[in-house]
């Protein structure tokens, strides 16, 4: 008899993948200005710490918010009891006029119809148990955000099938891409449950256009039985045009509303939002994500799923006396925007002039940054080759392209909002040292003392992937 269940022994969780390597590389030897000068950068976590100063100005001056007081007077003892599923109404009703500011107030979103997740992740997962079986498949287009391998399949035992997206055409979603995942759904005999997006997209900073939106949901339009889940995170870290629009817009436009007589209402009853907090407030550690749906029966299957990942009542608190102080959500979304848009352009200037392209994006907290003419050739084994020199030997951890499933090596993606200026002033600085040394010397590099200390642990990673990979075989086998 086994000591585990096989879900606890099983290695679908993806933290093999190079992404979650790189952090923990990171956490060896983590750079800091004073006590880490050579320490590696983190470039490879999608973290905005660029407007903290605004929070902290507001919460010095509502210090009940964080004081577990309402007019001055203690709610201790309601938020040390309160335990209802459903949440706090007064914060579901500031979430759900947030959402809606984002969106310029183009569409409304109903309190009734949010449930409150720990987080886009929990949303994310509590949605495939709503809507999918085992074994069945959700279509994802590439390059996606590595954490959907653990959220939308570990524990569900839901699969992923790639919508194969390419940069000739900048990686956006064509008809043939899609038709051909469907297709290679069919092939491996899996039952297709949806089409899933990440609208801005994590990794490529892109949105949707209004036409591949409408694509997809003509596609589930015609496909009965299917869902479209939109992943809304990053819908408030757009800093530049096009705008973002969001699918519940599309829907509208369409006149797609609920309890309109014609099957319109039946589309609209298969279309699901996630939204975060972790991103356009830049509030991960306090998990506030939640799932929009017109579709009662999931609301209520989610919301009883929530007991599993709820959002302490504290921080709904907090957060809904924040987020109802209209004043300082406006103030904090062109602050915020303006912030990004300039550390964007100091990343993608940088870029430039070590010779580095990227794809033109208008969103996210990273760039996809396009180094394949670093490769000694145009494999992915060439791709880790260069990402490991990057992380130990420039010092600075970014996410391979395959790890978020891109079919063309040598992309990579690199996060600009999760440090400061001269951090990433003293990244450029390495990198351009890097490119130049390695590009201009042949791809060979001097033999001085520090680059064979580099060299020996670059032995251990190597070596360190290596055993990793022959385990995972052993385990498939
Ligand atoms: C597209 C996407 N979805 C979900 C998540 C998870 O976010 P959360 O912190 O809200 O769980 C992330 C985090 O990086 C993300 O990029």
Redesign the pocket.
């Known amino acids: 008899m086994k000591l585990l269940s096989t879900k606890a022994t099983c290695n679908s969780h993806g933290q093999d993948s190079s992404y979650f390597l790189g952090w923990e590389e990171y956490e060896k030897n983590p750079y800091d200005e004073v006590h880490n000068p050579k320490g590696i950068i983190q470039m490879g976590l999608?973290e905005n710490q660029l407007s903290f100063d605004l929070m902290e100005s507001w919460l010095s001056k509502n210090p009940d918010a964080s004081g577990f007081k309402r007019d001055g007077k203690s709610i201790f003892r309601e938020l040390a009891l309160f335990q209802d599923y459903h949440g706090i109404p007064s914060f579901k009703k500031a979430l759900v006029d947030f959402m809606a500011e984002i969106r310029g107030n183009k569409v409304t979103f109903d309190p009734n119809h949010i449930v409150l997740t720990a987080?886009?992740?929990?949303a994310?997962e509590t949605l495939m148990f709503c809507l999918a079986e085992k074994g069945e498949a959700f279509l994802l287009p590439t390059p996606y955000?590595p954490?959907f391998d653990r959220?939308l399949k570990w524990r569900t035992g839901v699969e992923i099938v790639p919508i194969q997206c390419n940069s000739s055409n900048n990686f956006q979603i064509t008809q043939q891409a899609l038709q051909q995942a469907y297709q290679e759904a069919q092939n491996r005999n899996l039952k297709v449950k949806g089409v899933m997006v990440?609208n801005p997209s994590?990794p490529l900073g892109t949105t949707l256009s209004r036409s591949e939106l409408n694509m997809l949901v003509d596609f589930i339009k015609d496909k009965k039985n299917m869902h479209l889940i939109s992943?809304e995170?990053?819908s408030g870290t757009v800093f530049t045009s096009p705008n973002f629009l969001s699918v519940m817009e599309i829907l509208k436009d369409r006149n797609y509303f609920k309890d309109s007589s014609n099957d319109a209402d039946e589309v609209c009853d298969r279309v699901h939002v996630?939204y975060?907090l972790?991103?356009d407030l830049g509030l991960?550690g306090f998990?506030i994500?939640a799932i929009y749906s017109e579709n009662t029966t999931v609301v209520s299957a989610a919301t009883k799923m929530s007991s599993f990942g709820l959002i302490s009542s504290q921080t709904q608190y907090l957060l809904s006396s924040m987020l109802s102080d209209k004043k300082f959500t406006k103030n904090y979304l062109v602050e915020n925007s303006k912030r990004l848009k300039q550390r964007h352009k100091m990343l993608v200037s940088g870029l430039q002039k070590t010779g580095i392209k990227c794809l033109e994006s208008n969103a996210g907290l990273y760039c996809w940054v396009d180094m394949r003419h670093l490769l000694n050739s145009n494999t992915f084994e060439a791709e880790m080759e260069l990402w490991k020199k990057i992380v130990y030997e420039v010092g600075l951890n970014i996410s391979p392209g395959s790890s978020c499933h891109c079919t063309e090596p040598g992309w990579f993606r690199v996060c600009f909002a999760n440090m400061s200026e001269e951090t990433l002033k003293l990244a450029m600085k390495r990198l351009k040292e890097f490119v130049v040394e390695s590009t201009g010397n042949n791809n060979t590099r001097n033999t001085n003392t520090q680059s064979k200390r580099k060299s020996s642990s670059l032995t251990k990673w190597v070596f360190r992937l290596s055993s990793r990979d022959h385990r995972d075989r052993q385990e498939e086998r």
């Open positions: 999608a987080g886009s992740t929990s994310n955000y954490g959220d990440t994590n992943d995170i990053y996630v975060s972790s991103k991960p998990r994500g």
